[in-house]
């Protein structure tokens, strides 16, 4: 489209654009507002700057003249030669802050618009945000607010910006972004004015837009009253023996099926789908080229989960096979977890139907992983910090069941509290923000593939686009996720996110000075002694203790003085660390003791050979602990 043919479409979205006129190539030029502005109007132009093919500031008609003329010659010293087609477009100069906003139909999130700081050095500054077409505007504003531009309203050097302008001008252009079959577009510069925005140049790409399909789920992953596992095995070294092993202690009802065998672990092994007695799920560990037929003939018999541990699909190069899974799925409404996944965890059954090592822990966390292998260490490092999980959920390479079908499957569990998620990419991202923005229960991501490599990576081993970090991560934060920048956060921040002071009681100055810094750079303040405190630990502590928070309570502290400290210090509404170094005196095992059983006590043993009674004790009682600082960082 020419640039005066998308002023006339702007302008029907109620969207301002400045007065212009357009004129032939070599029509008489005339117009009465000055300053002004002449461009070229050609389609054999896409960045009219760099071609010399815009001049602003002219004053005058004769400078109008002048300028239309010596358009003319920078776009022929380019080869560029302008027809009866090209017409010159002459418009009122706008002053005023430069703001852009463009949009981009994704293949991923499909219609994706782009705001913020605008000008000529838009590509270098990329000071944007990422707004969904459907974003609302409690939305909008919170992705405006992570740009730097944002931080001139509602006041700057005595100007008023008014952030009402900012919401009205991206809900139009919202509205023209749906209702237009535009597949790219960008205004630069958008100019702020006391009256609101005016879109000052602008350029679109016209084109069919194809939604991703969104299947509404009417069968719960979870409703896992019978299970069978195909591939049972009692070959250790196998996939399917570790996942019969750990499905043994469910409450579920579990049957194995292989044609081979007749007993595993003193269970009945069924040889047939014939034999079995109705099951609600399937957990299949087999080789690829049954996995199709055996789906779709137990879809036939009215089993509605499946999860598919097989690999050898679309990241291997057999696309076919995956996307008979995936029409499967709809033709019969199945949930199809994987292929090519570790399976899934249901606590409320106590059901793990994964070939994780480690057993699996009772929590109120869910955690949705697309790599299996990434899933497996996830579990390995909670269940050595006594961290549970309600559910968990290996989605793979997402033939059918992905993350937004997880989000929402988990929204009536009343176990779940809090949802963890690693991706590496994603197939139908409108679906996914939908699940995120109305998600009853915070949800925290970890997205990988920052780089080109990464990308790469992540595509060869789920079959899956990587996409857009920064798009993804900035649509998820505006939609209301909490962003992760360290993978172990997912395991350990949800259980203390909620927690906005902290305390630490501490026998070690030093090492309480650099966790109140990793506290306080991570979001939390310091909860302050008041002077009714001071004095209650005055009683109970020598007169050298520090009289603030970090409260020191010198190095000769035993487990009587611990104990004291905090049983004057207590509070549920604290996160309250208790930091033990290693000193001449310190029973590590009797501080432990005495301060196990507290949800929101954190045990801090700064050290290693010291300590591994008091290490072996905490696991023992399910006691999140460190024996470092650094790591602290994740459960903030």
């Known amino acids: 489209m020419k640039e005066y043919e998308i002023y006339q479409l702007l302008e029907q979205y109620g969207i301002n654009t400045p007065k212009y006129q357009i004129f032939d190539i070599d029509a008489p030029l005339y117009f009465d507002t000055f300053p002004a502005v002449i461009k070229i109007a050609s389609d054999k132009v896409i960045h009219k700057s760099d071609v010399g093919g815009v001049v602003v500031g002219v004053d005058s008609l004769e400078e109008l003249e002048l300028a239309r003329n010596q358009i003319s010659r920078n776009l022929q010293n380019r080869g560029i030669f302008l027809d009866v087609h090209d ?64 931080k001139i309203f509602p006041q700057f050097r005595g100007k008023e910006y008014k952030l009402d302008y900012v919401v009205e001008t991206v809900e139009k252009f919202q509205k023209l972004f749906m209702h237009e079959e535009i597949i790219e577009f960008d205004v630069n510069p958008l100019i702020y004015t006391p009256k609101g925005f005016v879109a000052v140049d602008a350029r679109m790409k016209m084109g069919k837009k194809e939604g991703h399909e969104r299947r509404k789920r009417d069968y719960d992953l979870f409703k896992n009253d019978a299970v069978a596992i195909f591939g049972a095995t009692d070959k250790k070294e196998k996939v399917g023996y570790a996942i019969a092993k750990n499905a043994l202690t469910s409450q579920s009802q579990v049957y194995f099926v292989n044609p081979r065998i007749d007993k595993l672990f003193g269970k009945k092994v069924y040889k ?16 690829s080229k049954y996995v199709v037929s055996l789906v779709e003939d137990l879809a036939q018999r009215g089993v509605k989960n499946f999860i598919v541990i097989s690999a050898g699909f679309k990241e291997s190069g057999n696309a076919q096979d995956e996307e008979h899974l995936a029409n499967l799925a709809k033709k019969y409404d199945l949930n199809i977890v994987g292929p090519n996944c570790l399976g899934i965890y249901n606590g409320q059954k106590e059901l793990n139907l994964t070939f994780a090592k480690v057993a699996i822990r009772n929590g109120d966390t869910a955690l949705i992983s697309q790599s299996g292998a990434v899933l497996s260490a996830l579990i390995d490092k909670a269940y050595s910090h006594a961290i549970g999980f309600s559910h968990i959920v290996s989605l793979g390479n997402m033939a059918d069941f992905d993350f937004a079908d997880a989000i929402t499957a988990l929204q009536d569990k009343e176990s779940c509290k809090h949802i963890s998620i690693y991706a590496e990419g994603l197939k139908s991202g409108k679906s996914y923000l939908e699940s995120v923005r109305n998600s009853n229960k915070p949800i925290a991501i970890y997205k990988a593939g920052k780089t080109k490599e990464a990308k790469k990576a992540a595509f060869s081993h789920t079959g899956n686009i990587s996409g857009d970090y920064e798009m993804l991560i900035g649509l998820s934060y505006a939609a209301g996720a909490i962003i992760k920048n360290d993978i172990d956060e997912l395991i350990f921040s949800a259980k203390y ?16 000075t650099i966790l109140t810094d990793i506290l306080v750079q991570n979001g939390k303040r310091m909860y302050e002694l008041s002077q009714e405190k001071i004095e209650q630990l005055n009683q109970v502590l020598p007169p050298t203790w520090s009289h603030n928070n970090p409260v020191d309570i010198i190095g000769d502290a035993t487990a009587q003085r611990y104990e004291a400290a905090l049983k004057i210090l207590y509070d549920p509404s604290l996160l309250i660390f208790i930091l033990v170094t290693p000193q001449f005196m310190t029973d590590g095992l009797a501080i432990a003791k005495r301060i196990v059983g507290y949800e929101n006590v954190i045990p801090i043993f700064f050290g290693e050979a010291s300590f591994k009674d008091v290490f072996t004790f905490l696991e023992h009682n399910n006691c999140v602990y460190f024996n470092d600082l650094e790591n602290v960082a994740n459960i903030l």
């Open 87 to 150: 017409k010159f477009i002459v418009e009122e100069m706008v002053r005023g802050e430069e703001f852009y906003i463009g949009g981009i139909y994704d293949a991923i999130f499909e219609e994706v618009l782009l705001f913020g700081k605008g000008g000529t050095l838009l590509e270098i500054e990329k000071d944007i945000c990422y707004i969904d077409l459907l974003a609302n505007q409690n939305e909008i504003i919170r992705s405006f607010k992570t740009t730097k531009i944002s």
């Open 272 to 287: 047939s789908v014939e034999e079995l007695p109705p099951i609600d799920t399937a957990l299949i560990a087999i080789p």
């Open 497 to 512: 996110a909620s927690y906005k002071q902290a305390l630490i009681i501490t026998n070690a100055g030093g090492p309480g």
